[in-house]
């Protein structure tokens, strides 16, 4: 049985999976490969609730279907590790979007009453699971913030920001979280993991950090394969890191690639 705290954590990052459109070779290779970490950490969207998307649909997947998938996977990293952080991404978030955009204030009380207060589905279903949270940050104001989290000297988040421009996402949102500092209520962080981008960069910045996009664990996703051509490619693979007393050991932060077509 494992310590329920160790001085030195390896800690798992799990990038964009977007369930059910998940690569289930990959994700499955991930967990064998790193079973003995501590801390998993899923950096959002978890789930991609494609059914509610107002974007143009190329085919027919029922909600009730993705939501297995969904419940499927969180079950099986909430049984292979000992703990594990749930960012909400853009994605997992769509449900409560669209309750909000369609029923009425009466009407949204009524769900948050059967649910728990919650409007979140992946924020619901993590109340089942002893070892599983969801990602929460109280700033100042009093306002709670569950798109980003942090774990000793590093920062992991899922900032709705992206660029062609390799880089220049995470860049932002190293300059967002500077500014933000003190309306946030953080601490400077030495290591800067993005999620959201689907794409992969680990490069040094200023004089003491390192920015990191974790890229994603998912199937191409359809607009990546229309003429209209734009972005950069998904990469896919994972991030690990080591902590001991909160302090990143900077050289132990690696992507690991998969190939596009196996697992090997």
């Known amino acids: 049985t494992r310590q329920a705290q160790k001085d030195t954590q390896k800690i798992l990052v799990i990038p964009d ?27 959002g969207d978890l789930g991609d609730a494609y059914a509610l998307s107002r974007f143009l649909k190329y085919e027919r997947v029922s909600y009730r279907d993705e939501w297995a998938a969904v419940t499927l996977v969180m079950q099986e990293l909430a049984t292979r590790f000992p703990k594990v952080t749930v960012i909400i991404g853009n994605h997992d978030a769509r449900l409560e979007k669209q309750l909000r955009t369609h029923l009425t204030e009466d009407m949204v009380d009524a769900v948050q009453c059967l649910t728990g207060g919650t409007l979140c589905p992946i924020t619901a279903l993590a109340k089942r699971y002893q070892n599983v949270e969801i990602a929460r940050h109280d700033a100042p104001n009093g306002m709670s913030i569950d798109w980003f989290t942090t774990i000793g000297d590093a920062w992991l988040g899922h900032p709705e920001k992206y660029s062609r ?72 693979g994972y991030i690990t890191f080591m902590q001991t007393h909160g302090h990143t050991d900077l050289n132990s932060v690696k992507f690991h690639w998969f190939d596009a077509v196996t697992t090997a």
């Open 165 to 236: 421009v390799a880089g220049s996402a995470l860049r932002f949102t190293e300059e967002w979280l500077t500014d933000n500092e003190l309306a946030l209520g953080l601490d400077p962080y030495r290591l800067i993991v993005m999620g959201h981008t689907h794409a992969a960069a680990l490069f040094p910045y200023r004089a003491n950090k390192l920015l990191v996009e974790c890229g994603c664990l998912c199937k191409q996703q359809g607009y990546m394969l229309s003429p209209r051509i734009s972005g950069r490619p998904q990469r896919r």
């Open 17 to 43: 999976l977007h369930v059910p459109f998940h690569e289930p070779e990959m994700l499955a290779a991930m967990c064998k490969a790193e079973a003995d970490a501590d801390h998993v950490i899923c950096i």
